[in-house]
């Protein structure tokens, strides 16, 4: 998709009059190819890095020419330069590229020469190759204890559901006690059932 892009670009650039939009354009085609080799999925050969750097080092070179009199231009299609040779393996000549950006009287303020004088401080970590450290092997898994199989059998449905309770519990039955009570019917009387709360066990 990348590639897609790059070429969008590309034809953007070889038609488009104004230099700095073609300019522009370029930089922007040039960055899409070199983009493109650190996205893919698969392992990419030296001479095809090197085929595709080549395309991107036209582009930046082009841009370069075409906004010469755009400092911001012209900065960063020479700060790509040097990316490009860093990606070849040539950290001296980037260096030097790097250096002449960062040196440019024109280039003050640019984001270009900014990059450059960053791109200075940093580059020699870039200069190692990056080594992984080995994953430590997976522990041996943990040995489960297996948990109890609780057979359950259907049982008699009529049959008195027992629960068993702690020795330390006293069970406190409830005894009704009758209080008679009169209504307003004159020789009438109403017997009420009130439950005993707490009545003492055996009463």
């Given at each position: ?137 997976p522990a041996p ?15 008699d449905a009529n ?45």
């Amino acid at each position: 998709m990348l590639l897609d892009v790059a070429r969008d670009l590309k034809e953007f650039a070889r038609s488009e009059r104004d230099d700095e939009m073609a300019a522009l354009a370029l930089i922007a085609h040039a960055e899409a190819i070199r983009a493109e080799l650190h996205y893919r999925l698969t392992d990419v050969g030296k001479a095809e890095i090197a085929k595709q750097i080549a395309l991107a080092q036209a582009s930046y070179q082009t841009a370069l020419e075409r906004a010469s009199a755009t400092p911001a231009l012209a900065a960063k299609a020479q700060f790509g330069l040097g990316l490009c040779e860093e990606e070849l393996g040539n950290f001296d000549k980037a260096r030097e590229i790097y250096q002449e950006v960062a040196s440019n009287a024109d280039y003050e303020g640019t984001v270009g020469k900014a990059e450059a004088e960053y791109r200075l401080r940093t580059m020699d970590d870039y200069k190692g190759a990056v080594v992984f450290k080995p994953a430590p092997a997976p522990a041996p898994p943990t040995p489960q204890a297996s948990a109890p199989v609780i057979q359950l059998t259907p049982g008699d449905a009529n049959a008195p559901i027992v629960v068993p309770m702690p020795n330390d519990v006293t069970v406190t039955p409830v005894v009704p006690t009758v209080v008679p009570e009169t209504n307003d019917v004159p020789g009438a009387t109403d017997t009420v059932v009130v439950p005993a709360v707490n009545a003492p066990a055996g009463g």
